[in-house]
């Protein structure tokens, strides 16, 4: 059947253009031409309509030097930056003008041996928070300058048309066009003798045209540019074949079936790889009776082969597969580097936009080693919280494994990974979660992944993902699919969102979680991380916001008791443990304590966020009203609890580092200052000693056993920025010391149940103003005492001893004998003990690492003993910048050799060695002062440390 044509007058040239973003004069232009641009802010995506402000043009070209669209050459000014020359004129509501001048080539400084191919524009507003003019897919907006020809309409590709609606047609070419073509699926259609031509389809058959426009002129033929437009057929309304659920099913190595949930749309087609992402009809999508579900099946596959595809949605809207286990990303892939993924597939650039689902049937599969791990028990729990980026150099999961003798040596049994799941960006905290079921690949492949949680289990650590579950940010296919915008608001119809937050706290766009369709999505996401990838729990971020109770601003009336939140919740964790009986479930929670409570008693384990109590008491600051400094409520009997499902933290990634403060706001009395770096370190030691040996799980944060002391912003962008990897702290004999207390306090609590018994007896003075601190636990077995001065000057501590008798130091190995429970001990300012009436010995090994991730060995040195002073025994650590003779030999002060703990030829990296007090002859050397010296060929270095007896 023939297409009836019919020839547009001229004078629908402009109504045709009025429907583009921009408007231009010349409308054909070269790099030596000047041009007057007119730009409708109420189009595209609608960014600055309305706006009222001054309105800037960041901008750029294409040109034969650049490798892709988003290789713009030749940009007029940084990202905010206003200038005179890039700002536009407004000539109406939501009309600006903007000129280049004398000519394309000088306004951008084009060198001679460029074409520039397109113009490159985004428009934005002049002042943070930018407002920002884009396509209506949220693109860069394009102004094309070539010979050839010019298609102006359609100007949407790919085109839909209804049955036996007009197609207008508008192309326009070079000055030196004679003749302009018009062919339809290869026959000529007609021909004018004109630079340009103005033509109506009436598009009166279903399926696919293609059309193509052919420019001569004198010399024949110089230039073409085709265009298609599609009728579609009714949708085929068919059952989705048994089993298949929304996503990717793999059906064997050459079939798979696609199935979309989007209720209200008119139709899908599957673009991509396997269609050269033109729309075809052999991928159009069927519709489930119930009309809420699109399906096809794709055959004809390769094996192990990735293809890239996206659903093109109401022939609009373009979305990769919710349920993807791996994206390509248009903005973000580039700078992963080969390192850290190799092979990774490129971006089809010029063939759609935004970010495409890979699927891939017959992958190479993972093997696990370890198939039974057992998990540690919830009171048990000594969790390292985790970002990766922030961590190691090389921000993968390859160079992670190889860090893993530093956590068993300091003896955690869990690390909690930050997000991980597919983000916006590539350097980020991970909360703008966009792909839940696709791990991010800025970490490295997924079975690089699935090899860490392997090796953590083959070391008895558990891994647990922070899930961010609240919200999604505008990538999200799920926000996209119903959205006001190409990046959200949701509409109303959005099946899983709400339009306006219930919570103040909201970021990004909020989850309805009493939605069937959210409810169906947090299930499969939860229940696909604990079978695909075997970890073993979740911490899941912002658990206060899984509400449908609206509190507007209202930040305490959020926290209070809220029965539909607690249904929420007691539902989703249900589920999860119908998959994996035994998995954590960590709520960030921080509402009423009621609230709190009823959860603990289904199971679930909360967030205990002791931060500002142990920052004020690390200070020395313990009467500040403002500043609660009381330790109890980080101990779950404290707050009324029957299970010890209290996650207490003294830092987090959200809370400033300990000795941040301490250096920064740490009090001093005469010679004692908290704010010098060794005795800011020994006050981490203090309150460590009052956190892991209270009973229930405990959480620490990255580095914070190095005292890591790096600013963390309140609030804006630089909050979540990059910081400084300060490996080099491993290096620091103090604050290597602290890595080996907390090890120490680590290795007592996991070696001894009385320290992780909920059952044991647990009596606390570590209140608000209590500079004398005590800790007094007891079991059938085993009684402790735990005392500190958490001043600045010398105090007397009651230890409240639970019986007289011999009492024994855990650090310093010395014999306590007490007559009377109740006699005052003298402490220091900062001094700490923790006595027991059992002896517990500290390892012969030292608990620190033989090299740290990264450390290169360049220099000699000879570190401060540690524990110092010390008794029985202490460990000196030394490093060799290459192989060489040694000897490290212990002095009196009267210049006599006491003990010769090494000599001979050692190799390059760190050494120990470890002296037990005793002389060469074997006698027990006296208290007091002693010289240790290392000669390390012409390197001679001499410390000093105490021995009491």
């Known amino acids: 059947m023939k297409l009836r044509l019919l020839l547009l007058a001229l004078f629908v040239f402009p109504i045709i253009l009025s429907a583009q973003i921009l408007t231009w004069n010349p409308l054909f232009v070269t790099e030596d031409d000047s041009i007057t641009i007119v730009y409708d802010a109420t189009k595209g995506n609608g960014g600055l309509k309305a706006y009222k402000g001054d309105v800037y043009a960041h901008t750029g070209v294409i040109t034969t030097e650049s490798v892709a669209p988003w290789d713009w050459k030749h940009v007029k000014t940084e990202w905010g930056q206003n200038t005179a020359e890039t700002k536009l004129e407004r000539i109406d509501d939501d009309l600006y003008r903007f000129e280049i001048k004398p000519s394309i080539r000088q306004y951008y400084g084009i060198l001679p041996n460029e074409q520039v191919l397109e113009l490159a524009f985004v428009f934005?507003?002049?002042?943070?928070?930018?407002?920002?003019?884009k396509t209506e897919s949220g693109g860069d907006i394009f102004l094309p300058l070539r010979s050839g020809i010019n298609i102006l309409s359609p100007s949407q590709q790919p085109f839909f048309a209804s049955l036996n609606e007009p197609v207008p047609i508008v192309a326009i070419s070079s000055p030196e066009t004679r003749l302009l073509k018009l062919f339809v699926d290869d026959s000529l259609i007609t021909?004018?003798?004109?630079?340009?031509?103005?033509?109506?389809?009436?598009?009166?058959?279903?399926?696919?045209?293609?059309v193509n426009i052919v420019a001569e002129n004198e010399?024949?033929?110089?230039?073409?540019?085709?265009?298609?437009?599609?009728v579609n057929e009714p949708v085929s309304i068919e059952e989705i074949p048994p089993g298949i659920i929304e996503g990717i099913n793999y059906i064997d190595d050459s079939t798979v079936t696609l199935c979309l949930f989007a209720p209200n749309k008119d139709f899908v087609y599957v673009i991509g790889d396997f269609g050269d992402w033109e729309v075809e009809p052999e991928y159009y999508m069927k519709l489930t009776p119930d009309r809420s579900r699109y399906w096809l099946t794709l055959t004809g596959l390769e094996a192990q082969k990735e293809y890239l595809f996206q659903y093109l949605v109401d022939g609009k809207l373009r979305i990769a597969d919710p349920y993807t286990e791996k994206i390509s990303d248009p903005w973000y892939d580039r700078s992963i580097s080969d390192d850290i993924y190799p092979n990774?597939?490129?971006?089809?650039?010029?063939?759609?936009?935004?970010?495409?689902?890979?699927?891939?049937?017959?992958?190479?599969?993972?093997?696990?080693?370890?198939?039974?791990?057992?998990?540690?028990?919830?009171?048990?729990?000594?969790?390292?919280?985790?970002?990766?980026?922030?961590?190691?150099?090389?921000?993968?999961?390859?160079?992670?494994i190889?860090?893993?003798?530093y956590f068993e040596r300091l003896g955690i049994n869990a690390i909690e990974l930050m997000p991980i799941t597919e983000f916006e960006g590539n350097e980020s905290w991970g909360y703008t979660s966009s792909f839940y079921f696709a791990p991010d690949k800025y970490y490295g492949p997924k079975n690089d992944l699935k090899r860490f949680i392997d090796e953590c289990h083959k070391r008895g650590i558990a891994v647990i993902l922070d899930m961010v579950l609240n919200h999604s940010f505008g990538q999200s296919p799920l926000v996209r699919l119903y959205s006001q915008g190409a990046y959200g608001p949701p509409t109303p119809e959005n099946p899983w969102y709400n339009v306006t937050a219930t919570h103040p706290y909201s970021v990004g766009y909020d989850f309805n979680h009493e939605s069937r369709a959210t409810q169906a999505l947090v299930d499969r996401v939860n229940g696909f991380w604990l079978k695909e990838y075997h970890v073993d729990g979740y911490r899941f971020d912002l658990a206060k916001g899984f509400t449908q109770t609206y509190s507007?601003?209202?930040?305490?009336?959020?926290?209070?008791?809220?029965?539909?939140?607690?249904?929420?919740?007691?539902?989703?964790?249900?589920?999860?443990?119908?998959?994996?009986s035994t998995a954590y479930i960590i709520l960030e929670h921080f509402a009423e304590n009621r609230e709190e409570k009823e959860l603990v008693e289904h199971g679930m384990m909360i967030w205990g966020n002791l931060n500002i109590a142990y920052s004020q008491s690390a200070m020395a600051w313990l009467e500040d009203p403002e500043w609660n400094s009381d330790l109890s409520w980080g101990y779950f009997k404290a707050r009324g609890w029957t299970k010890p499902h209290l996650v207490t933290y003294m830092e987090s990634h959200d809370e400033p580092y300990l000795m941040y403060k301490n250096l920064q706001w740490g009090r001093s009395h005469a010679t004692y200052n908290i704010q010098h770096l060794a005795t800011a370190l020994d006050r981490i030691k203090l309150v460590a000693a009052f956190f892991f040996t209270l009973p229930g799980p405990k959480m620490m944060w990255q580095f914070g056993e190095l005292g890591y002391d790096q600013y963390l912003p309140e609030s804006g962008y630089e909050r979540i920025y990059p910081k400084p990897i300060l490996w080099n702290y491993y290096q620091q004999p103090e604050r290597k010391c602290l890595y080996e207390t907390i090890a120490a306090l680590i290795k007592l609590r996991n070696e001894h149940e009385i320290f992780r018994n909920p059952e044991s007896v647990v009596q606390l003075q570590v209140g608000q103003g209590q500079y004398g601190r005590r800790i007094n636990i007891s079991n059938d077995s085993l009684n402790v005492t735990i005392i500190g001065n958490f001043g600045v000057m010398t105090l007397t501590v009651n230890p409240k001893f639970q019986k007289i008798g011999e009492w024994h130091d855990y650090f310093s190995g010395d014999t306590l004998q007490v007559t009377n429970t109740q006699e005052p001990i003298q402490l220091a300012a900062g001094e700490f003990h923790i006595y027991s009436d059992v002896e517990l010995e500290i390892s012969d090994e030292p608990s620190g690492i033989e090299k740290a991730p990264t450390v290169k060995f360049k220099t000699f040195m000879l570190e401060q003993n540690c524990p110092n002073p010390f008794n029985p025994k202490t460990t000196i650590r030394y490093q060799l910048a290459r192989p060489v003779e040694v000897t490290l030999e212990i002095y009196n002060l009267c210049g006599q050799k006491v003990r010769t703990l090494v000599r001979g030829k050692q190799s390059v990296g760190h050494h120990t060695a470890v002296w037990d007090g005793s002389t060469d002859v074997g006698r027990n050397a006296s208290s007091g002062l002693y010289l240790y010296r290392l000669q390390a060929g012409d390197f001679v270095q001499t410390r000093k440390m105490m021995l009491i007896r």
């Open 552 to 580: 507007g601003t209202n930040v305490d009336s959020w926290g209070r008791y809220d029965a539909s939140r607690i249904a929420i919740l007691k539902r989703m964790a249900d589920q999860i443990w119908t998959v994996d």
């Open 219 to 230: 010399m024949g033929p110089y230039a073409e540019k085709s265009f298609y437009f599609v």
């Open 191 to 210: 021909q004018v003798q004109n630079d340009t031509l103005a033509y109506t389809l009436i598009a009166n058959e279903y399926g696919k045209k293609v």
């Open 402 to 405: 190889d860090t893993l003798g």
């Open 124 to 133: 934005r507003s002049a002042a943070q928070p930018f407002l920002e003019g």
């Open 344 to 400: 990774l597939v490129s971006y089809p650039t010029g063939k759609t936009s935004e970010i495409t689902s890979i699927l891939q049937t017959n992958p190479i599969q993972y093997s696990w080693e370890i198939t039974d791990f057992q998990r540690p028990a919830l009171q048990d729990l000594v969790i390292y919280e985790l970002l990766i980026r922030d961590f190691i150099q090389e921000h993968d999961y390859k160079t992670l």
